[in-house]
């Protein structure tokens, strides 16, 4: 069946039904979100969490099922056969939710590994896999089939989306170009994606009409809160041209944003890109607009389906499908899960640009910045919506590539353009603050959970800076490159295991 729904898929008559329906769907959310339809009374919070899988010695390896089937809705399959995503249920943003959020992640990491014991294997808090499985990183990413045509992925998963995805890439522009420094390749599948994982905190508005605030807001925080939490500086190995210690100085800190960039972007200019950094809006009503409007990838029509989920969802199942190759930094999601005393017509804000993180607490302390922050200062109106576009884009991937010491662009309390870094840190750190306080938190959880993040900015140190250095180190003691990576890895898994937060690492 998952062959013929690909060929059907990727019919000019099936992309002519489902582009029609997304029109029609299209205007009936606009109708809802000038109705009020999405309003609730309550300000809740989601958590998506991208892991992958390691042996005992820290190479990449293939998830069993039995992990899915004990985790049940909690743990979802992935693009690779290494990858998992955990999905928390929401929660009221207030102590005892985030605190939710935190169970929930804990005991599904906890029943993933009661599914694993024994197995040799084990889930990785982690932005990008570095250690390639026994038959190397080009075998496992390159290896495919051809059947009735279409190209199969062996590593991929075999689910219908995934794989007429990977053959509309394919038909429409041939390979996958991947260019980064160190490493040029070509390959034959967008499998290569499946190197980067992330974290998404989720931030549902109570008032629908606010959305464009919290977005656009939302839009000029990414740039400071990703140099807080970049994690991927290193590709495995055998991927790049000929490594040196010149790598070090010239490689990406967040190499995970140009991988899912140039994994899944068709060619041609900044606006056509399926992933980028998004642009503001004025009216909440152009979150539906930008969907519609978007390139379609391997559109599906509900009634392939074999057990609809059902709900609010199902009034717009194609505009909902089409959102999920909404690839955007930040995109707007309508419709979840009734929680406190909101139903589920909803509209929430997806936050896209944080790398998964080496503790649970790493997370939660992140899932608590980005929703205190944007909290805080929507309410209080902070001006720094009216900082330019291009500005923040441009301080967003100065960020993917330098870290921490990128210049930040950034307009203060008062109004004033400001380059300055402890300014941008000192709003971003007190705002969050000042929005947990407003939502009931108290100082303790503040400390718990931000107050780490903090000492990150203060000592100039996040997970890819640790990861650098400590290459550097195995170099300059003798070890290849390869060797250099392959023993960072391993020293970064077993720091996951003996500290609750990375603040304790430095």
Known sequence: MSQELIRKSLDDDTLDEFEERVEEQAEFL???????KLDNPDYTVGLEIEVYAVNDDGRLTRLPAEVFENCGERLNKELGLHNAEINTSPTVFDEEGLEAQRAQVEKTL???GEALEGSGKRLVLDSMWTIPPEEGSVEYLCSTEK????VYAENMRGHPRYRAIDNYYLESYGKVDIDVPGATLSLPTILFESLA??????????????????YNTAIRTMAPVLALSTNSPFLPPDLYDSPDESLLDETFHELRVPVFEQSVNPPGGYDEKKVRFPRDINKTMEVVDKVTEDTAYSPFLSEWEDEPEGGYRDEFWEFEYKRGTYWRWLRA??????V???????????????PTQPSVDDIIGLHALVSGALAGMVVDHHPLPSLSWEKARDSFYG?????IDASIAWVDEDGDKTHDRSVVYDELFRYARLGLEGHGFDDGTYERYVAPLKKRWEERT????WKIERVREKLDGGATFEDAVYEMQRDYIAATDEYDSFADWI
């Open 30 to 36: 606009k109708n809802e979100i000038r109705a009020g």
């Open 333 to 338: 999601v309508i419709g979840g899960e009734p």
């Open 197 to 214: 994982t992330s974290i998404q905190p989720h931030l549902q508005i109570p008032d629908s009409e606010d959305l464009p605030r919290y």
């Open 110 to 112: 906890e029943r993933a």
């Open 340 to 354: 406190g005393h909101n139903d589920e017509r909803s509209v929430r804000i997806e936050y896209r640009p944080i």
């Open 462 to 465: 996040t997970p890819s800076v």
């Open 399 to 403: 960020v993917v590539e330098n870290g």
């Open 147 to 150: 059947n009735d045509g279409h």
